[in-house]
Nanobody, 121 residues
Framework: QLAESGGGLVQAGDSLRLSCAAS????????MAWFRQAPGEERRFVAA????????SYDDSVKGRITISRDNAKNTVYLQMNSVEPEDTAAYYC????????????????WGQGTQVTDSS
């Protein structure tokens, strides 16, 4: 299981770090990703990281502001969000896959329940 945490109310320009902790399984050999879904919209790719952290992919809309990282020893993946914008308001989901990283949500077979990030500006 994957469990996201770290969401909350933020103001434009704030920084926030989301965490995704795995339980009952190791993420060591898995590609991991973050997706987000705003109200009334489809779930969209944010960032992905390969099992060893050597391959990383970002959506163009978040490049330079958001950083994905992982600590396999802690069985946790992180999403550092800087300079939060109103458009970042969404539910953020962590996902895992036994295969190579992809921007396609169908490529991931393990999902968390999500954590909400809301810009209250």
């Amino acid at each position: 299981q994957l469990a996201e945490s770290g969401g909350g109310l933020v103001q434009a320009g704030d920084s926030l770090r989301l965490s995704c902790a795995a339980s009952g399984r190791t993420i060591g050999g898995s590609s991991m990703a973050w997706f987000r879904q705003a109200p009334g919209e489809e779930r969209r790719f944010v960032a992905a990281i390969s099992w060893n952290g050597e391959n990383i992919s970002y959506d163009d809309s978040v490049k330079g502001r958001i950083t994905i990282s992982r600590d396999n020893a802690k069985n946790t993946v992180y999403l550092q969000m800087n300079s939060v914008e109103p458009e970042d308001t969404a539910a953020y989901y962590c996902a895992g896959s036994a295969y190579i990283i992809t921007k396609n949500a169908t490529g991931y077979n393990t999902w968390g329940q999500g954590t909400q990030v809301t810009d209250s500006s």
